[in-house]
């Protein structure tokens, strides 16, 4: 069993919801893959066909009830202030649905 308790369709859609919350944020710019951070970047910039399977989920929820997530910040913004919005956005809407987690990592890949 996995440490956040999800079985995968529930862990799909919780990042589905993580992702949206994270785009609404002010200060963010973009989500791009974790740990991926220039395939992502070029990934992003290509433009897809209808054959083009899905892109992997953003935010990525790991087994071990960890959280990681690369993003932009827009220009005009404060980047650590960005980044810790977004921890604690991910924090609190992890807690509402009762979702354990040892760790947040966010990366700022970039500033738009």
Do not use: F, K, N
């Not at 919350?21 to 200060?27: N, W």
């Not at 220039?38 to 009830?65: K, M, V």
């Not at 202030?81 to 809407?93: G, I, K, N, P, Y």
Request: aromatic share 0%; net charge negative; hydrophobic share 45%.
């Amino acid at each position: 069993m996995t440490a956040h308790g999800l079985d995968d369709d529930a862990r799909d859609a919780l990042v589905v919801d993580l992702e949206a919350l994270v785009d609404g944020l002010e200060g963010v710019a973009h989500i791009y893959q974790p740990r991926a951070t220039l395939p992502a970047l070029l990934a992003a910039r290509a433009a897809t066909d209808g054959t083009t399977p899905p892109p992997p989920p953003r935010i990525e929820l790991c087994d071990d009830a960890t959280v990681a997530l690369t993003i932009a910040t827009e220009a005009d913004s404060v980047s650590p202030e960005v980044a810790h919005r977004v921890h604690d956005a991910l924090l609190a809407r992890l807690q509402e649905a009762g979702v354990p987690v040892t760790r947040i990592d966010v990366r700022i890949a970039r500033v738009d």
